[in-house]
C-alpha cells in the first residue's frame, strides 16, 4: 500500500511529483493544503474543482478563478462537453512565463463508455488532450465499467430509444489504459463507479495497478466499506457530488437537504465554516479526495478553505451517522410510469452489488 498516506506540504512551491515522506498530522494554518499519495508516490490534491454540470461560457472562468483561489487540481471529462474550454484556461494559467507550472496542477479526465474497445482507447485520450491544450494527464480514469456501442455516439440508440449497450470486458480496456502509461500520456491510471468485487477484478489481471477509485461519497452515502476496501488495495477514493449534488434535476422536492441537517450548522457555527465547508473537511479528514463543483467565484473560494480546522473523533462519527446509503447519481428512466434505473441490466452494472 505504500509508506505514507497523507502529507501536509505547502503549495504551489513543490512540485506534485515529488516523493513522499512521513510527517506528523496537524492543524494546517489558511492557505494550506492537503495532499492524498498514490500508489505511484505522486500526489494528489485533496480538495480540486469539479466540472461535471458546469455550463460552456462559464466553466473557463470557473477554472481560473479556482486556480487563483489556490486549487491544484481540476476534474475534468470527456463526456461533460466542456473540455476544450478548460483547455483555454489551462493554456492561460500554465506554463513558462504563465502563473503556474504545468507539474503544480494535477488533472483529471476520464474515458467514456461508448470508446471501451482497446483500440479506442488511445484516440480517445489524445482527443482530451488535445481539447485541454495538454501534452499529458495526472490521471486517467475509466468512467464507467459498463460500455454503451462502439462508435462516434455518445449515447448510441435504438428507434425506440433505448440505449445500445456493448458488453465488453472492461479487463480488456484497463489492458489500454496501462499502454497510456507506459507511453508517457498519463501519469496515472484509476477506476470510476466500479464496486469492490470490480476493483479486485482490474487488480487480478493489472500490471498497473488503479491508483484512484472516483464515487458518488457525501454524508447520505458515506461508503465507508468501500472506503475501506480501497485502503487496503492502495486506492485513493475520490467523492464526486460531495455536498448530495443539490442541483440534480430530479431531486425530490420532500427529500432530506444534506446542508440543511442540524450536525452541520451546529459544527458550522462552532467553527465559523458554511456547512459545505464541513462536509467537505469530514471528506478531507477522512483522506477522501473531494472535487466539488462551482462555477461561483466566491462558493469556489469558500470551498478550499478547510484546511486551516479539524474535527474532533466524535464530531467525524456524527457526520458518519448521518449515512443512509442514499445513492443520488444513477441513469434512470421512465419504463410504465416508473423510474428505474437505465443500466441495472448490464451485466457489468456496478450498483446491484452491496458496495
Known amino acids: 500500500m505504500g509508506r505514507c498516506r497523507f502529507e501536509h506540504v505547502r503549495p504551489p512551491s513543490r512540485s506534485l511529483t515529488e516523493s513522499c515522506s512521513i510527517r506528523p498530522s496537524k492543524v494546517l494554518l489558511r492557505g494550506m493544503n492537503d495532499f ?57 494559467t500554465l506554463g513558462p512565463g504563465k502563473a503556474l507550472r504545468r507539474e503544480d496542477v494535477f488533472i483529471t479526465s476520464k474515458l467514456w463508455n461508448n470508446r471501451h474497445h482497446p483500440e479506442d482507447v488511445e484516440p480517445a485520450l489524445l482527443k482530451t488532450l488535445k481539447d485541454l ?16 456501442q462502439q462508435g462516434d455516439a455518445p449515447f448510441p440508440k435504438k428507434e425506440d430509444g433505448t440505449l445500445l449497450y456493448d458488453d465488453i470486458d472492461y479487463k480488456l480496456t484497463w489492458a489500454s489504459m496501462e499502454k497510456l502509461v507506459e507511453k508517457g500520456l498519463v501519469r496515472s491510471i484509476g477506476l470510476s463507479n466500479f464496486n469492490s468485487r470490480q476493483i479486485d477484478d482490474v487488480l487480478s489481471v493489472s500490471s498497473i495497478k488503479p491508483t484512484v477509485l472516483q464515487v458518488e461519497s457525501h454524508p447520505y452515502l458515506a461508503q465507508g466499506e468501500l472506503l475501506a476496501h480501497c485502503r487496503a488495495r492502495g486506492l485513493v477514493m475520490t467523492a464526486y457530488s460531495p455536498l448530495g449534488s443539490p442541483d440534480r434535476a430530479w431531486k425530490h422536492p420532500e427529500e432530506p437537504v444534506l446542508l440543511q441537517e442540524l450536525v452541520m450548522s451546529t459544527l458550522g457555527e462552532k467553527y465559523k465554516k458554511s456547512p459545505a465547508q464541513i462536509i467537505l473537511r469530514w471528506q478531507t479528514q477522512r483522506g477522501v479526495v473531494t472535487i466539488p463543483k462551482s462555477v461561483t467565484e466566491s462558493r469556489i473560494k469558500e470551498n478550499i478553505q478547510v484546511f486551516d480546522f479539524t474535527l474532533e473523533a466524535e464530531e467525524m462519527q456524527s457526520i458518519e451517522a448521518l449515512n443512509r446509503g442514499w445513492r443520488y447519481i444513477v441513469p434512470m428512466i421512465q419504463v410504465e410510469g416508473e423510474r428505474v434505473p437505465r443500466d441495472a441490466g448490464h451485466p457489468h452494472y456496478p450498483f446491484n452489488d452491496p458496495y
Open 36 to 92: 492524498a499519495v498514490l500508489n505511484t508516490g505522486r500526489k494528489m490534491p485533496l480538495l480540486g474543482l469539479g466540472t461535471w454540470k458546469s455550463e460552456p461560457g462559464k466553466v473557463k472562468q470557473a477554472v481560473i478563478w479556482a486556480l487563483d483561489a489556490g486549487y491544484r487540481h481540476i476534474d475534468c471529462a470527456a463526456i461533460y462537453g466542456n473540455e476544450a474550454e478548460i483547455g483555454e484556461a489551462l493554456q492561460e
Open 133 to 148: 491544450k495538454l501534452e499529458y494527464l495526472d490521471l486517467y480514469l475509466v468512467h464507467w465499467p459498463y460500455a454503451f
